[in-house]
């Protein structure tokens, strides 16, 4: 099945943007050759990115899968260590529209809306009656496996999951990407509440 995909959403300004108080760029040096050790992480007070791609730092900004961003063949193979400070009294929640700032400030970057057609994963309700049920709201939540795995590994199909919305299963198998080709997973289900 081939769906419309919505890219990297155009930025319009109406005011200044929070930005970092203090931010650096730098290419990351080379890695151990078949290994790449790649780290994000930032809390209220600091953001460290070591080793990533513009393409991986532009999905954090913009809140979009790595599938939905298009731009020269550089954006993965090109390397960085980004390092920022917050300002005072910012919050991690604004640290998205603070990476915007930057990429537009020292990568120059111009995004765009735009749609074309591509594979996806449907989640869809098939023929006859369903073989899962409401959740009880006071139930328990969450998924485990049924099967033996290997550390850090979530096989998909060994998965039981509790008072989860559909919603909530269709990210967790999209964030999981070992199991899956690289496509967008999409819930056509139509169905509410969990499960």
Not at 44 to 59: D, Q, Y
Not at 115 to 126: D, I, N, Q
Not at 136 to 158: D, F, M, R, T, V
Not at 169 to 176: D, F, I, Y
Request: glycine share 8%.
């Amino acid at each position: 099945m081939r769906f419309g995909i919505l890219f990297v959403a155009a930025v319009a300004w109406a005011q200044t943007p929070a930005q970092f108080e203090v931010a650096t760029i730098k290419p990351a040096p080379p890695q151990p050759a078949g290994r790449t050790d790649t780290r994000m992480s930032s809390d209220s007070h600091r953001l460290n990115f070591t080793n990533v791609n513009l393409k991986e730092v532009i999905g954090r900004a913009y809140k979009v899968q790595l599938y939905q961003i298009e731009g020269p063949g550089w954006l993965e193979t090109e390397r960085f260590d980004i390092t920022a400070t917050l300002p005072a009294g910012a919050s991690s929640l604004q640290i998205p529209e603070m990476l915007q700032a930057l990429l537009a400030d020292r990568f120059k970057l111009a995004v765009h809306n735009d749609t074309k057609p591509a594979p996806a994963f449907v989640l869809s309700k098939g023929g006859g009656e369903l073989k899962m049920t409401k959740a009880e709201p006071s139930g328990e939540n969450g998924c485990k496996s049924i099967a033996p795995i290997e550390p850090g590994q979530i096989p998909l199909n060994s998965l039981s999951c509790h008072n989860m919305t559909l919603e909530a299963l269709v990210e967790m198998v999209a964030r999981n990407r070992p199991y899956i080709e690289d496509l967008p997973v999409v819930d056509s289900t139509g169905l509410d509440g969990s499960w």
